[in-house]
């Protein structure tokens, strides 16, 4: 350590300036595991209030299993610097540096423990490549998210959100709870069913899908439930066994669950809790051993409310709730799904075209509102339609059906999205919101926008709540 001839005091400020600055969490603890010394950031990557560390001891908190192991003890036990691994109860773990302090007769005085964590580490790093836009970083990590996805196989992903969903079904895939996936159209809800049903050990038996919005009411219960000779006129003769009753050991997927009439989810409650099955027409139950998945876009709290689904049904069949994110709350998936939709599109037409940088970087800061599903069909269609090997920026603009309104001196081009029979004033309100997002993004307050767009600052709040900004 190099250090100016500094007094006492001064050295005991910086001690506490560094301490309460630093992003590694520290520990020191006396020769016996006493915590003397905590910070700031100790006490928030840990969630134990400074208060109650100070005198707590170190091997208290491994006996009562409130952390795997203490790297002070070991510190103390070994005399020597050591590096570990810390799983904390609440389930996040940690490496952790414990480093000794000895006196003159090589006694323990202190230890000293750096505590760093990796998920703190693994944010600040997500966050770095997100606001990245150099191309060249782009263009190197590109290639990087080639090789993530050749060990990819369905769910194509990189966001933080996305990964603990897929940690979350693979989880829960071979417990036979009830998991309710919502989200918005197009993010994935099935491709989630899919994993929960082929990472369970039913996976050898069937996995039916219904979707409950394209069928009318009468059907979906035969379908579901099954009939009994007779039950209908025009029926089989000898009945049918439903699709619950097929899927026995297996799965079923209820997909827009929230349209399911009334009388279907009385029904399916008693499935779900006496898991039995009665044809229609019949007065017999049959034992059915089925995993409800159930999907949706709707609210259904909201459905709830309107009374048009069932509490008690709702509860039951949401034990484990996956939300799915759109894609715009994890645009750092775009790029490694546009990679994924190339090498399919490609095999499928048997071409090999790529896009080019400026065009993923482009497609990256688009709203999709059909989500993955939407990003597939553009992928798709530039694929199919662009006529040279390499998919120019150009051709990602007309995909998307953008004019080219002007260019300005240094010959950057102002873009707005054009429909057909879009009015001037949608066209108008367009143009409005980017001029609006960049100003945002530019200089952040609205006192500021609208002294640079002399304008005053209730137009501007108003403007920007109109734009949803
Ligand atoms: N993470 C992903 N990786 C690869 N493909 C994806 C991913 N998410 C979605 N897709 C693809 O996008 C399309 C839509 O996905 P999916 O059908 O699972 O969405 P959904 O949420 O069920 O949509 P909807 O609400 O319209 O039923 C599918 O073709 C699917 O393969
Ligand atoms: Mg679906």
């Known amino acids: 350590m190099k250090s100016h001839n500094l007094d006492k005091d001064t050295r005991a400020e910086l001690f506490d300036v560094l301490l309460e600055n630093s992003f590694i969490g520290i520990t020191i603890t006396d020769e016996k595991g006493e915590i003397v010394v905590v910070n700031e950031a100790q006490s928030r990557i840990t969630n134990i209030p400074i208060v109650e560390s100070?005198?707590?001891?170190?091997?208290?908190?491994?006996?009562?299993?409130?952390?795997?192991?203490?790297a002070s003890m070991q510190v103390i036990q070994d005399k020597k610097r050591?590096?570990?691994?810390?799983?904390?109860?609440?389930?996040?773990?940690?490496?952790?540096?414990g480093i000794p302090v000895m006196d003159d007769a090589d006694h323990i005085k202190y230890t000293v423990n750096f505590l760093l964590d990796e998920s703190e580490l693994e944010e600040a790093k997500q966050e770095i490549e997100t606001v990245s836009s150099d191309k060249e970083k782009l263009f190197n990590k590109y290639q990087e998210l080639l090789e993530i996805l050749n060990e990819q196989e369905d769910i194509i992903y990189q966001s933080k959100v996305m990964r603990d969903i897929v940690y979350l079904a693979s989880r829960v895939a071979d417990r036979d709870v009830a998991v309710l996936i919502t989200g918005p159209s197009g993010s994935g809800k099935e491709l989630i069913a899919n994993l929960l049903h082929e990472k369970s050990r039913r996976k050898t038996r069937p996995f039916v899908k219904i979707n409950c919005s394209a069928i009318p009411e009468q059907l979906l219960?035969?379908?579901?439930?099954?009939?009994?000779?007779?039950?209908?006129?025009?029926?089989?003769?000898?009945?049918?066994?439903?699709?619950?009753?097929?899927?026995?050991?297996?799965?079923?997927?209820?997909?827009?669950?929230?349209?399911?009439?009334?009388q279907l989810q009385a029904k399916l409650l008693r499935v779900l809790q006496d898991q039995q099955v009665r044809r229609i027409g019949s007065t017999k139950d049959i034992k059915v051993d089925v995993r409800i998945i159930a999907s949706t876009n709707a609210d259904l709290k909201k459905l709830i409310a309107e009374k048009k689904f069932r509490e008690d049904l709702y509860y039951r069949i949401n034990i484990v709730d996956i939300k799915m994110p759109g894609l715009d709350k994890r645009r750092e998936d775009i790029p490694l799904l546009i990679a994924h939709f190339e090498k399919r599109f490609n095999q499928k037409y048997n071409f090999n075209k790529k896009f080019s940088i400026d065009a993923i970087n482009y497609l990256m800061g688009l709203d999709y509102?059909?989500?993955?599903?939407?990003?597939?069909?553009?992928?798709?269609?530039?694929?199919?339609?662009?006529?040279?090997?390499?998919?120019?920026?150009?051709?990602?603009?007309?995909?998307?059906?953008?004019?080219?309104?002007?260019?300005?001196?240094?010959?950057?081009?102002?873009?707005?999205?054009?429909?057909?029979?879009?009015?001037?004033?949608?066209?108008?309100?367009?143009?409005?919101?980017?001029i609006l997002l960049h100003y945002k993004k530019v200089y952040g307050k609205g006192t500021v926008m609208a002294e640079k767009l002399k304008t005053d600052q209730a137009t501007i709040s108003r403007k920007l709540k109109k734009y949803g900004l």
């Open 82 to 97: 050591v590096v570990i691994n810390q799983k904390l109860s609440a389930g996040k773990s940690h490496v952790v540096e």
């Open 369 to 434: 509102c059909g989500n993955v599903r939407e990003l597939q069909n553009i992928v798709e269609r530039l694929i199919v339609q662009s006529s040279n090997d390499v998919i120019t920026l150009e051709e990602a603009f007309a995909a998307m059906g953008i004019l080219t309104i002007e260019e300005d001196g240094e010959g950057r081009r102002e873009l707005i999205k054009v429909e057909e029979e879009m009015s001037l004033k949608k066209i108008m309100e367009q143009y409005e919101r980017k």
């Open 54 to 70: 100070i005198g707590a001891n170190m091997e208290s908190y491994v006996e009562s299993n409130y952390i795997s192991q203490s």
């Open 221 to 262: 219960e035969s379908e579901l439930f099954g009939y009994e000779p007779g039950a209908f006129t025009g029926g089989a003769p000898k009945g049918k066994a439903g699709l619950l009753e097929y899927a026995d050991g297996g799965s079923i997927l209820l997909d827009e669950i929230g349209e399911m009439p009334m």
